[in-house]
């Protein structure tokens, strides 16, 4: 009698094949999740790489437009330096030309006169109250002889001349300049000046004062005919 078709075999339980088969689809799946997490992982890592290297790149790129902006800062901070030193430079070489061609300080102020003007000493006209006709007319001749002496009257321009003017004259005849007593445009010379400034004296002249010329004048025509 041959031997049983689908026999168990010796030493095998019955069912043990579906337990092995779970076994496997365990293993296979663990196997899959296994390489999942690694790939995952790997991603993840570079990901991560890629976020450093754009964060790096963006920080050089700041610091290198930083730096590119403070660099354009200091050369446009160097040529306005370098710009306002040329100026002053200008500045400080005009005004020592000008003292040195006008005898004018260079800080301002009042007029001096240059190295000629020490051969002659200026003329000083006083307050209108305190001078007659003649006393002008004799102040006019001596202040063009002042001009003429120490060449003024040559290198000087016409607002350096009124300038050497009213220098000369009292404070109280300042004040009618400046009051517009009578009207002298700053570019007009010193001549013309004075003849306003005659013609000023000649309308507000004091009485007393013409009188006491006259005698004056009285009595030097009599010593000269008594001579």
Known sequence: MGPKKNATPKGKVKGDDSDDDTVKDARTMAMIQAVTDQMKMQYQEEMRLQRDQLRMEH?????LQQDQMRMQHQEQMKLQQDHMAIQADSLIKALADLKTATGTPAGGGAPQASSKARRIEQPRLKGPSEVTLADFRDF???????LAVTALDVEADAKNRIAYLRS?????????????????????DYDKCLDEMYNYLRKHRSPLLDRREFYSRSRSGLRCFLR
């Open 59 to 63: 920080q050089d790129q700041m610091r």
């Open 168 to 188: 000369s004259i009292d404070e109280a005849w300042s004040k009618l300049w400046q009051g517009g007593a009578f009207a002298i445009p700053d570019k007009d």
């Open 140 to 146: 006019k001749q001596r202040f063009k002889d002042f």
